[in-house]
């Protein structure tokens, strides 16, 4: 199912780095963004690796947030990134998303 995917995970936290470590070996490659980044971390991940979050986007097939609601967080997710992206799990609260309707039809 998503053997031939793209996986793009934003925060990782406790979960995200969980979530890194269990998908890792069933996608293609696992494309991670966070602000303070774990780089030994990520290293010892195979098909893991830290992007910007234009690169995250451009290149995910399935993005997974995973971030709290703080002042850096606010409006992470904006209305023209949001349309970019194919499909979004995990959804976060909507202020992270910004100020427009998200449907997720």
Do not use: R
């Not at 995970?9 to 998908?23: H, M, P, R, Y």
């Not at 971390?41 to 399935?62: C, G, M, R």
């Amino acid at each position: 199912m998503i053997e031939d995917k793209n996986v793009g995970i934003i925060g990782t936290g406790l979960i995200g780095k969980k979530t890194v470590q269990k998908i890792a070996g069933l996608c293609n490659k696992v494309l991670c963004y966070d602000a303070y980044p774990a780089a030994d971390w990520i290293k010892t991940i195979p098909n893991a690796e830290y992007v910007s979050l234009d690169e995250l986007f451009a290149e995910s097939h399935v993005i997974s947030i995973h971030v709290p609601l703080l002042p850096e967080t606010h409006h992470l997710i904006n209305k023209v990134i949001f349309h970019l992206s194919t499909n979004i799990t995990n959804p976060p609260k909507a202020t992270v998303y910004g100020n427009f309707d998200v449907n997720m039809n």
